[in-house]
């Protein structure tokens, strides 16, 4: 449980950051399998480097995608067409090392008689919602997401043409009595051109970037901007940092707020319950703060590799609750919900290529990409609890 008064603070990456551009590129494997194979087995790691991309992946699948063609489109799109961007996609080595999905895993999760038997792996799963906001997420990650989103988008309008793909917040709250009161601090490293002065780099980024996203009632006099801090990022991409698929999973989760249980996402299919687990407990504890019976509420999932039922079950409250709400919750909720792999995968419609989308900017708190671990239709289910 938090103390009443304090401050928090979350970051977030742009979708040039190189842990994200790999995450990226993991997703877009899978998705270009899953569209025409919902029954495949992917598990796909990425690595990119100077001039470099290494793919590596097992999987079981009747589709073979143009790898090549995946990663090099993925990286325009981000924006690296020129090694003065961090990266050049049109001149690049790509390695390749796909193998097929290993017989001892698949004879635990492959489908018998249409059910899927049992979890891909063993592991520990969290989902998190919260009222301080209509997204029902922490508003520290939440912002934060907001400001690297907005820098990618006035960096491919050309309205801040001077901003480069690879960038980076931090967004600091002061909470008092529990509650959001103001933003303490924000900070902004975001790659860039040559040619901008740091004057006019930190007099655009707060006025297009920050004032544009954080809402006027959270900004005060005592509000901070620290806008590039070491003064210059001009090297930055690929060319400045290694990236690796799922080094970025706070970021990708509730911002340190709530627990993790360690498991990346990309580049898995949603029989790994290290994803699909986490997204069947981010909608369980969504529908439970949005139904009121909760004003914050945490769930934790964990599996047996081969068995389908979770091996445990928990729901928790950061915030003074009545100790029987919570006990009622636990006893009767599951009881909506199916937490097997087939039963998650089914009724959150899992099978289908959305999971690029879900690879910037956060997997949770967006209402309006079709992820349906965000739709709140059991809440007045829950209610009737």
């Known amino acids: 449980m938090f103390h009443q008064d304090f401050i928090f603070s979350s970051e977030s990456v742009t979708e040039g950051h190189p842990d994200k551009v790999a995450d990226q590129i993991s997703d877009a494997v899978l998705d270009s399998i899953i569209k025409d194979d919902p029954n495949c087995r992917v598990a796909c790691e990425t690595l990119i480097t100077r001039n470099r991309v290494i793919l590596s992946a097992e999987i079981k699948s009747t589709i073979s995608p143009d790898f090549e063609k995946i990663i090099k489109d993925t990286l325009l799109s981000i924006g690296y067409d020129d090694e003065s961007k961090g990266f050049d996609a049109n001149n690049c080595d790509i390695d390749l090392y796909i193998e097929e ?75 008092e009595k529990n509650k959001p009161s103001y933003v303490d601090t924000v900070v902004i490293s975001t790659q860039h051109s040559e040619d901008i002065s740091d004057s006019d780099l930190k007099e655009a980024v707060i006025e297009e970037i920050i004032k544009k996203e954080i809402p006027t009632h959270l900004l005060s006099e005592e509000t901070k901007f620290l806008i590039n801090p070491t003064g210059r990022f001009v090297i930055g991409g690929p060319q400045g940092d290694t990236g690796l698929t799922g080094r970025k999973i706070i970021v990708d989760t509730y911002g340190g707020w709530a627990k993790h249980g360690g498991g990346a996402f990309s580049g898995k299919d949603p029989s790994k319950v290290d994803r699909s687990a986490c997204y069947m407990a981010r909608y369980i504890a969504k529908n439970i703060v949005a139904s009121g019976l909760l004003p914050d509420c945490e769930i934790q999932l964990a ?20 100790q029987k709400i919570i006990d009622k919750l636990t006893e009767e909720v599951f009881k909506i919900f199916d937490c097997t792999p087939k039963g998650i995968i089914e009724s959150l419609d899992l099978l289908n290529p959305i999971y690029q989308k879900t690879s910037t900017y956060g997997h949770f708190g967006r209402d309006n990409l079709g992820f349906n671990w965000e739709n709140i239709d059991k809440r007045d289910e829950i209610k009737k609890l």
């Open 101 to 175: 999905q290993s017989a001892d895993i698949s004879m635990g999760v492959d489908q018998i008689d249409s059910e899927i038997i049992g979890a891909g792996d063993q592991g520990l799963m969290f989902g998190y919602a919260t009222k301080e906001n209509d997204n029902l997420m922490p508003y520290p990650i939440l912002l934060a997401h907001k400001l690297t989103h907005q820098l990618a988008k006035k960096r491919k309008s050309g309205q801040l043409d001077f901003l480069r793909p690879d960038g980076k917040s931090q967004v600091s709250i002061k909470y």
């Open 303 to 322: 599996y047996a590799i081969g068995k389908a039922e979770p091996v445990s079950i928990n729901l928790t409250s950061t915030l003074n609750v009545d």
